[in-house]
Structures are given as structure tokens and as C-alpha cells.
């Protein structure tokens, strides 16, 4: 079968980095996303990764191992808006989105 | 990036009616259109994905007369929920893809039910 596995929640501190980790087990692999998604509203599209390595857009970051079956989201800087749930999806062989269970990520001042 | 919209934004209604909720791609026309539901602390989960001018394709376990998907354009989609007991009470949200770089998708803001 199919499966995503992430961290159920995280919580770190207002100013600090923390990485979200994914591991996924899927049939075939088209593309890994990182979608954030905040309480009572629908997920933003945050990164995609296809080929192996980092891949940075201002304080979000995003790495990919296909080899390894991983992925992390690193989030440097953190600010209370970034309270939210992310969700790792993977595009598998048939191009259909496999989603992850999401982290909660809770952060503190 | 490209806009999705949903209407209704929540709806309220009692047991045994029908509730339609629409998605509209603003500004890009949408091919495939994919539609969600999601419980309290729960991750998303594919209800049924649909393509512009054919049938949808319903994933598993969700029932497909219940759960009428239309998609009559390449910038609407709208699902019908037929017969709504209280246990359809959920957050709906649609998707659509083919806007983006990635082809990632699009989402609309959601359809809060709540069936009494």
C-alpha cells in the first residue's frame, strides 16, 4: 500500500528554525508538495520537489532524498503565523496526489 | 497565483435536504478538478476527482449517488450532496490543477457544512 507518515505535531519557539519531516512509501514518484494549512481554511501551496536536493524560497526550505524516501520542510525565522498544519503530498506513478496525515505545527513566544 | 473560489463559504441545513456547493477557477481554465472532504484534525481525503465534459471518477467507499459531481465547464465544478444526514457534516474543499509551474493544485476556501 501507499503511505505518507509525518510528525502529528510539532511546537517551537517564536524566532527559531524547525524541520518537518516525511517519509513516504508510494508506487512510483512524480513530484513531493509541501502545503500549508491554516485552521478552518483551505491548504496554500508552499514547495515542490521532483529531483533530489534543497530547494529554498525565503525562509521556507524544502530537500528531497528519492533514494531515501524522505523529505523535510525547514522553516527558519519562525512567526506566529507560521502556527499552522503542513501537509506532505507525493505524486505517485498513476499522477494521482497521496496525502500525508499533516503536523501541527504550534509555535510559542 | 491562480484563484479558486467556492460558494457556498458555510452552509447550514437540516436532514434530508440537498446542498450544492460550487468551485470556479477565476482566472485559468481547469481541466481536472478534484474534490475533498476533511474531518476535525484530520489530513484530507480524495472524494472524487473531475474531469471537464466526462464522468467523475469516485474513490473508494464514497458513494457516487450520494455525492453528484458535475463539471458542465472548464471553470466550474459543483457537488451535490443529496439526502444529507448529519454525519456528511464536514469541511469541502475543491481543487483544481493545470495553473501552476509544478502542476499543483489550486484550492478553493472551503465549504463548511453542518447538517442537523
Known amino acids: 500500500g501507499q503511505n505518507i507518515d509525518q510528525p502529528t505535531e510539532m511546537t517551537a519557539t517564536e524566532g527559531a528554525i524547525v524541520q518537518i519531516n516525511c517519509t513516504y512509501q508510494t508506487s512510483g514518484f512524480n513530484g513531493l508538495f509541501w502545503y500549508q494549512q491554516h485552521a478552518g481554511e483551505a491548504p496554500t501551496f508552499l514547495s515542490y520537489n521532483v529531483l533530489d536536493g534543497l530547494e529554498e524560497k525565503g525562509r521556507f526550505s524544502s530537500f528531497l532524498s528519492r533514494s531515501k524516501g524522505y523529505s523535510y520542510l525547514l522553516l527558519k525565522e519562525l512567526q506566529m503565523k507560521d502556527s499552522a498544519s503542513y501537509l506532505c503530498?507525493?505524486?505517485?506513478?498513476?499522477?494521482?496526489?497521496?496525502w500525508g496525515a499533516g503536523t501541527k505545527l504550534i509555535i510559542k513566544p | 497565483g491562480a484563484v479558486v473560489s467556492q460558494h457556498p463559504s458555510r452552509v447550514i441545513c437540516k436532514s434530508g435536504t440537498s446542498v450544492k456547493i460550487e468551485c470556479r477557477s477565476l482566472?485559468?481554465?481547469?481541466?481536472?478538478m478534484f474534490w475533498y472532504r476533511q474531518f476535525p484534525k484530520q489530513s484530507l481525503m480524495l472524494m472524487a476527482t473531475s474531469n471537464e465534459g466526462s464522468k467523475a471518477t469516485y474513490e473508494q467507499g464514497v458513494e457516487k449517488d450520494k455525492f453528484l459531481i458535475n463539471h458542465a465547464s472548464l471553470t466550474l465544478s459543483t457537488l451535490t450532496v443529496t439526502s444529507a444526514h448529519p454525519e456528511d457534516s464536514s469541511f469541502y474543499i475543491c481543487?483544481?490543477?493545470?495553473?501552476?509551474?509544478?502542476?499543483?493544485?489550486?484550492f478553493g476556501p472551503g465549504t463548511r457544512l453542518t447538517v442537523l
Open positions: 482566472d485559468f481554465q481547469a481541466t481536472t
Open positions: 503530498a507525493v505524486l505517485d506513478s498513476n499522477y494521482q496526489l497521496i
Open positions: 481543487s483544481a490543477g493545470g495553473a501552476g509551474d509544478y502542476n499543483e493544485q489550486f
